[in-house]
Nanobody, 123 residues
């Protein structure tokens, strides 16, 4: 089992930045790919970004590419999502995920989920 706890969400103005953090505990999370999904009100969960277990490879949704950066610190069992140039459409609950079996773009492929942290982009 892996437990994931997100933090760093909040209210930010359009154009602002936020850094989300995810702390993992339990089985060694450094063995797993990790990532972020988000769910906006009334919408399905959508893929945001993922990073391989080594941290050498990252992949992003087109909607955030160039504005977000995912990173991890395996010594701390943590993964981060730096979000810049935020837009109102980035408003959502952001979920940290770990351990994928299948397509990393598919929420059903991920084994472990955090409880989510809310990001609101509004003036």
């Amino acid at each position: 089992q892996v437990q994931l706890v997100e933090s760093g969400g909040g209210l930010v103005q359009p154009g602002g930045s936020l850094r989300l953090s995810c702390a993992a505990s339990g089985r060694t999370a450094s063995n797993y790919p990790m990532g972020w999904f988000r769910q906006a009100p009334g919408k399905e969960r959508e893929f945001v970004a993922t990073i391989t277990s080594s941290g050498l490879n990252t992949f992003y949704a087109d909607s955030v590419k160039g504005r977000c950066a995912i990173s991890r610190d395996n010594a701390k069992n943590a993964v981060y999502l730096q979000m810049n140039s935020l837009k109102p459409e980035d408003t959502a609950v952001y979920y940290c995920v770990a351990d994928v079996d299948g397509s990393w773009r598919d929420a059903r492929s991920w084994e472990y989920w955090g409880q989510g942290t809310r990001v609101t982009v509004s003036s």
